[in-house]
């Protein structure tokens, strides 16, 4: 989840594992073209489970080994008071020698900013102004031009 390795990932990581986060998921749907592909001269009675099975199997077994593996994105423990344990996790995913002190200062004081700004309403959400319609379409073309071309299927 880019989300978490955001979180999670030293500054100066961030966007690189960001941009592999989001290949290995095309590379995931070009593996599961591939493996259709592999799978289509079975019976027609079992191919079918075969795709779903390799489609279920493989992400089942990553997401249990990555359960016990990653730890909580040091935001989210700080978010809810857990600041050892965010320290924690910051000193064991971040290169020695970082000073993890500034690195939860800085993280509070994004946090207390987020708390402090005003609450968008729905109003805001159903009649934004021309630069925020303008975004929210760009947005929709995009997604409807993924969709529309099949890169997802």
């Known amino acids: 989840d880019p989300l978490y390795i955001a979180e999670a990932a030293p500054a100066a990581h961030r966007g690189k594992l960001t941009t592999?986060?989001?290949l290995?998921?095309?590379f995931g749907i070009m593996l599961g073209f591939v493996?259709?592909?592999a799978f289509e001269d079975l019976p027609a009675a079992i191919n079918w489970r075969v795709m779903v099975g390799c489609g279920a199997l493989l992400p089942f077994v990553l997401v249990?080994?990555?359960l016990t593996a990653m730890p909580e994105s040091p935001r989210w423990l700080a978010c809810r008071g857990r600041e050892d344990e965010a320290a924690?996790?910051?000193k064991?995913?971040?290169p020695a020698g970082e000073d993890v002190n500034a690195i939860m200062e800085e993280m509070k004081r994004g946090i207390a900013e987020e708390e402090a700004r005003e609450r968008v309403g729905w109003k805001a959400l159903l009649q934004p102004d021309s630069n925020t319609?303008?975004?929210v379409l760009v947005g929709?073309?995009?997604t409807i031009a993924q969709q529309i071309n099949g890169s997802e299927s």
Request: proline share 0%; net charge positive; charged share 10%.
């Open 35 to 37: 493996a259709n592909w």
């Open 88 to 90: 924690a996790v910051i």
């Open 20 to 22: 592999w986060s989001e």
């Open 140 to 142: 929709l073309g995009i």
């Open 64 to 66: 249990v080994l990555s």
């Open 133 to 135: 319609r303008w975004n």
């Open 92 to 94: 064991r995913t971040h």
């Open 24 to 26: 290995a998921i095309n």
